[in-house]
């Protein structure tokens, strides 16, 4: 990492290595060739939210372009995952419709296998981050949408992006949500999480289960036998360091599974996140640390 990074950062991130690829384009170009090697996909992810300004906006469209042909002049198959935060959706234009049509087609133009898979962010962003994905999928259809369970609307997102075939990628939903459009209980998310993966599973294009939860992959598992469903019709996806016997566990009974793979400079914030959602997550960190040293 930079010499010139801030004494705090520079300690953290051998620890945020479990969870974050590195911070430059060469760090996660060997991420995904690792990860190729052990029989996993991958999606890219240039860590960046919170842009100020449209320079910092165009920086984010241009990192993704320079990934691009990182990816391409390595012969690397890998898919991208944006955040439209990162391209400009505060600034108060449409601007980061036109940087996240830019990048689609860009990969599109330079890539093996161009997909582009968009972030959901928090609720209040739901219909704006349709709408984007929508109209560019309408001329390039290499790119789709991220759907969470955890919102009370999602089924009927779910069948929309269904009825208009794009590819989509389920979650539970990562961020903290009013009653009013949210489902609270865990059992409420997992209800509507299998709800919606049935729907996708039927109908829709090569749809993505990102989860780590066990009883929810041994559903999807089941759901897809009775519905006559091929392994390879659909992918499981995981974050960079979770879970990692799972996934491996996966690819031997022969799914397809996707790790997200962050990396960039704006990685503290990424690995934050982590360490929240789960307080283990630092005990982890610092057990492949020690690993490594040894
Ligand atoms: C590939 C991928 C893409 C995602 N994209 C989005 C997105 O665009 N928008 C969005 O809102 N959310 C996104 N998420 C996050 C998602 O919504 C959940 O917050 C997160 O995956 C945890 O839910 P879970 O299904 O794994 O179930 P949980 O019930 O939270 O977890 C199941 C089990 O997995 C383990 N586990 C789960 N998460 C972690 C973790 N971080 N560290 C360690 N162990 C863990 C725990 O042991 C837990 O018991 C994404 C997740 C993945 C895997």
């Not at 449209?54 to 990182?70: N, W």
């Not at 598992?221 to 019709?233: H, I, N, P, S, W």
Request: glycine share 6%; hydrophobic share 45%; net charge positive.
């Amino acid at each position: 990492m930079s010499a010139t990074a801030p004494p705090i950062q520079r300690l953290l991130f051998p620890l945020a290595t479990r969870f974050v690829a590195g911070d430059s384009i060469p760090d996660a170009l060997r991420a995904i060739e690792r990860l190729r090697d052990e029989g996993l996909a991958t999606t890219v992810a240039a860590l960046g939210e919170d842009i100020a300004t449209v320079g910092d906006a165009d920086r984010t469209r241009d990192e993704y372009r320079r990934l691009i042909e990182g990816i391409a002049g390595r012969s690397l198959s890998a898919n991208l995952s944006v955040k439209l935060s990162a391209l400009g959706t505060k600034l108060g234009d449409t601007g980061f419709v036109e940087r996240y049509a830019e990048i689609v087609a860009y990969a599109a133009q330079t890539m093996r296998d161009p997909f582009v898979r968009v972030d959901m962010e928090g609720s209040a962003t739901v219909d704006l981050t349709l709408d984007a994905v929508t109209r560019t999928f309408a001329t390039h259809p290499n790119t789709g949408p991220v759907l969470q369970a955890s919102l009370k609307r999602t089924l009927l997102d779910v069948t929309a992006a269904v009825a208009r075939g794009m590819r989509t990628r389920l979650c539970k939903g990562a961020y903290a949500e009013p009653a009013e459009v949210a489902l609270l209980g865990a059992e409420e998310i997992r209800t509507n999480y299998l709800a919606c993966a049935a729907l996708l599973l039927r109908d829709g294009p090569f749809p993505a289960f990102a989860t780590h939860d066990p009883s929810i992959i041994r559903e999807i598992q089941q759901m897809a036998q009775r519905f006559g469903v091929a392994k390879d019709a659909f992918e499981f996806q995981m974050l960079y360091g979770v879970k990692p016997d799972l996934q491996r566990s996966l690819v031997r009974q022969g799914y397809g599974v996707r790790i997200y793979v962050p990396y960039g400079t704006h990685w503290a914030k990424y690995f934050r996140r982590r360490v929240m959602e789960r307080r283990e997550n630092l005990v982890f960190a610092l057990r492949s640390l020690i690993a490594r040293e040894r």
